[in-house]
């Protein structure tokens, strides 16, 4: 079984402070995603990796970048955060063949204050 | 770019109702299209997916969804509704020779099943 997992559940931060969100997957897989789920809203893509140091912008990257140091690991940093991005944010991976689904982690609920 | 539209945003039933939610996409090219459920507290799983050959997809829990080309659509369906099906479902669609394999999903239905 894909294994995704999420360094906490939930976070609180204060506006302004610098926050690390990180993602740890035991398959292997070349591509982990980073969304974002608001309610009516729906999953927006922030960044993802198809390779290790290698990162792509999504439909919402501003105000947040991405670290892909190991294979299994992709981070997401809010360098500043702000209230708008109290969300709930997933993390994906995914296979490299052509069927393969996302797997998704538990998510991390963040609250900035 | 892709985008995905899900018809309904909250649908309440009742158990044993029939049960079917709309998806559109638009995207000139070939598509793999999945349907992912979300329960209450529970992280995001996929419940059935198309990639090629036959239009009805089964999946997961009795579900099934059916890719209709000419119409952009791939709806999911159950004849019978239990209440633990009460759950947050995303259509999503993915562009084929896209280079990435990126995700586009749909805002989301809310369903709530009423025992």
């Known amino acids: 079984d894909v294994k995704v997992t999420q360094s906490s559940r939930y976070l609180v931060k204060r506006t302004g402070e610098k926050v690390f969100l990180e993602c740890v997957q035991d398959?292997?897989?070349?591509?982990m995603f980073w969304y974002r789920q608001d309610p009516g809203l729906g999953l927006r893509l922030i960044y993802f990796?198809?390779?290790?140091?290698?990162?792509e912008k999504g439909d919402i990257p501003e105000g947040y970048s991405v670290s892909r140091e190991k294979k299994e690991r992709f981070s997401l940093i809010l360098e500043s955060a702000s209230t708008n991005q109290t969300s709930m944010y997933l993390c994906?991976?995914?296979?490299?063949?052509?069927?393969?689904?996302?797997?998704f982690g538990p998510g991390t609920r963040l609250t900035v204050l | 770019a892709q985008s995905v539209s899900q018809h309904n945003h909250h649908v309440i039933l009742s158990e044993a109702a029939s049960l079917e939610l709309g998806c559109n996409y638009s995207?000139?090219?070939?598509?793999?299209l999945f349907w992912y459920v979300q329960y209450p507290g529970q992280h995001l799983q996929l419940l059935l997916k198309?990639?090629?050959?036959?239009?009805l997809v089964k999946g997961i829990k009795g579900f099934e969804a059916e890719f209709i080309k000419s119409k952009f659509s791939f709806n999911l369906r159950k004849p019978s509704v239990q209440w633990s099906d009460t759950a947050e479902y995303f259509c999503?669609?993915?562009?084929?020779?896209?280079?990435?394999?990126?995700?586009?999903f749909g805002k989301g239905t809310m369903l709530l099943v009423s025992p």
């Open positions: 398959m292997d897989h070349e591509n």
């Open positions: 990796s198809y390779d290790v140091k290698m990162k």
């Open positions: 198309y990639f090629s050959g036959d239009p």
């Open positions: 999503a669609v993915s562009p084929l020779n896209s280079g990435y394999s990126t995700l586009t």
């Open positions: 995207y000139g090219g070939t598509v793999n």
């Open positions: 994906a991976t995914l296979g490299d063949r052509e069927e393969d689904e996302q797997f």
